[in-house]
């Protein structure tokens, strides 16, 4: 499977831990997105990167969460001292180049207790 | 700030029906419009619009968009259950790369 993988599918955690999701994008594709989406809702913007640089934040962004791209491959997206708020799924999506059609992996879905 | 409303929220149809969904955009310097079906998981896209009044078709669903009304519609005839999903539609932004998504429209197809 050549698609963006994503990586835990579900996580439980309980409020006040940390934890870090993994997104795996289409091998050739530069630009990586992380995305929030809640029961019933669209999906919400994050962050964004083009390779390696973290180029545009969402002021949903809070300080607790952070998100990396270290080598321009891989991505994580790490929240920190959990919230019941925080409980959606975390979508990351890839794409070739600006204005080029974004491919979605399935997901990691959060439930914090 | 931008806005993306989709309408009707949710609908049931019966196979062999027509469904038609309706996308409203708010979008200061629109890019494109996108149509997206996420059924359990990941949305999978279906459809990128960027000039007016061409329709694009794939299968039994077709798109059109309308740039001077600002707005889109999905028809899928022939539904079948393999149709129900939730259909989402985003924008993109000249000189911008995120995606800017309305509610979705949960649709149902009954045998």
């Known amino acids: 499977d050549t698609g963006v993988s994503q990586d835990p599918r579900h996580k439980i955690t309980k409020r006040g831990q940390n934890v870090t999701f993994r997104c795996d994008p289409i091998s050739e594709h530069n630009r990586l997105y992380w995305y929030r989406q809640t029961l019933g809702q669209g999906p919400e913007f994050l962050t964004y990167?083009?390779?390696?640089?973290?180029?545009?934040k969402s002021r949903l962004l809070s300080d607790r969460f952070s998100a990396e791209r270290p080598k321009g491959s891989f991505s994580t997206l790490e929240i920190q001292r959990t919230e019941q708020g925080d409980s959606a799924m975390y979508l990351c999506?890839?794409?070739?180049?600006?204005?080029?059609?974004?491919?979605f992996g399935a997901g990691t879905r959060l439930s914090v207790l | 700030e931008d806005k993306v409303v989709q309408s009707p929220l949710s609908l049931v149809v019966h196979e062999g029906d027509t469904v038609t969904l309706n996308c409203s955009y708010e979008v200061t310097n629109f890019r494109s419009l996108l149509w997206y079906k996420q059924e359990k998981k990941a949305p999978t896209f279906l459809f990128m619009l960027?000039?007016?009044?061409i329709e694009k078709k794939s299968g039994r669903l077709s798109s059109i968009l309308d740039k001077k009304e600002l707005f889109s519609i999905l028809n899928i005839t022939a539904t079948q259950t393999g149709d129900s999903a939730i259909y989402l539609c985003?924008?993109?932004?000249?000189?911008?790369?995120?995606?800017?998504f309305g509610g979705g429209t949960r649709v149902l197809v009954k045998p």
């Open positions: 960027t000039s007016s009044g």
């Open positions: 990167f083009q390779n390696e640089a973290q180029l545009e």
């Open positions: 999506a890839s794409s070739l180049g600006e204005g080029s059609i974004q491919y």
């Open positions: 985003a924008v993109v932004k000249a000189a911008g790369n995120k995606l800017t």
